[in-house]
């Protein structure tokens, strides 16, 4: 978990419609917590502004001139200084989920619909920062369900289960199905601080990066099947 900061968190958003990045400025300045930073109308542009400066959450477009977001994801993420790369979330439409699947495997930290509702914006906005991923339950299902199983293997790998307990595969599991970690706890009957401590190991042994990368894997593996509630 991060630390409670002293400074309003840095903000970039990217973008090529200005009206976009003007509405989604007045909602993040209006927090004492957050502060938009920079703003840049393309990949490209993201990429070379972050080349010299460290921010703490981008809101990265897919469809940009120039440079799309799942390249400019990748090339931020990889010029970023060690410990010190920004958490990126993808604004995107559901007529391109096959490019956010992409993005979160480039290194975006989850997802946001455009339309989503300001307050939803922001709760993204802090839980990424906090180290979580943002993770729309319904959304991500039907996403992942389209683009991870199209097209798919006959044989499926499931050694990357194999080092998860019984428990750790039920969390794992209601995870790929948009469950919280209350929601988790509940079906469960186990204390949410119990949840967590199961999420960080199913990440650490599967390798995942956030739990966005952990769902994938379990669609990738078919420990969630497509259209699973």
């Known amino acids: 978990m991060t630390a409670p900061l002293d400074r309003p968190l840095r903000i970039v958003l990217v973008d ?12 993040i ?5 957050m502060s938009v930073v920079a703003q840049a ?10 080349r010299a400066r460290t921010v703490d959450v981008v809101l990265m477009d897919v469809r940009m001139p120039r440079m ?9 993420l990889a010029q970023a200084p060690e410990g010190r790369a920004p958490k990126i979330i993808v604004l995107t439409t559901f007529d391109l989920d096959e490019y956010v699947v992409s993005a979160i495997r480039a290194g975006a930290s989850g ?12 709760a993204a906005i802090r839980t990424v920062h906090s180290g979580d991923a943002v993770i729309a339950p319904s959304a991500t ?4 369900a389209r683009v991870v199983a199209t097209p798919e293997p006959q044989e499926k790998d499931t050694s990357m289960l194999e080092a998860l307990t019984e428990r750790e595969r039920e969390v794992l599991t209601l ?19 119990t949840v967590k401590t199961h999420v960080g190991r199913v990440l650490s042994k599967l390798g995942a990066r956030d739990r966005v990368q952990a769902v994938i894997i379990a669609f990738e593996t078919g420990l969630v099947s497509p259209g699973a509630e």
């Open 29 to 33: 300045d209006s927090q004492d917590d």
């Open 175 to 193: 995870m790929g199905r948009g469950y919280s970690n209350q929601e988790i706890g509940a079906e469960l009957f186990v204390a949410e601080a």
């Open 141 to 144: 299902r039907r996403l992942l």
């Open 41 to 50: 109308a393309d990949g490209a542009a993201a990429v070379e502004e972050l």
């Open 111 to 122: 997802f946001l619909l455009k339309d989503a509702q300001p307050e939803e914006l922001l």
């Open 16 to 27: 090529d419609q200005p009206l976009v990045r003007a509405g989604f400025s007045m909602v």
């Open 68 to 76: 799309d977001g799942i390249e400019a994801t990748s090339r931020i």
